[in-house]
């Protein structure tokens, strides 16, 4: 096992360094600012999961990803007025 993975300990070491980077300024801003804008910010990370899948990785983006996406889409316009 320690073989196989041995090519692919850089990347996973950087992206374990990167979440703990993004998790570290979610708090951080969640500290500094209104939780309700920084919520809706946080959650595109699921549109954009979707959006990268389907350019990057080729997947294919279907009818539930597309009306999850919009529902994700919705609750942060909703936020963004309720916060305004």
Known sequence: MLTTLRPLWGRGLAG????????GL???????GDLSTIAALRETSIVFGALIGAVVF????????????????????VLQLAAG
Do not use: D, N, P
């Not at 374990?16 to 998790?23: E, F």
């Not at 979610?26 to 500094?32: D, G, K, Y």
């Open 16 to 23: 374990g360094l990167l979440s703990l980077l993004a998790y």
């Open 26 to 32: 979610v708090v951080w801003a969640q500290s500094r």
């Open 58 to 77: 080729r997947e294919r983006l279907g009818h539930r990803r597309i009306t999850a996406s919009l529902a994700v889409l919705a609750g942060i316009a």
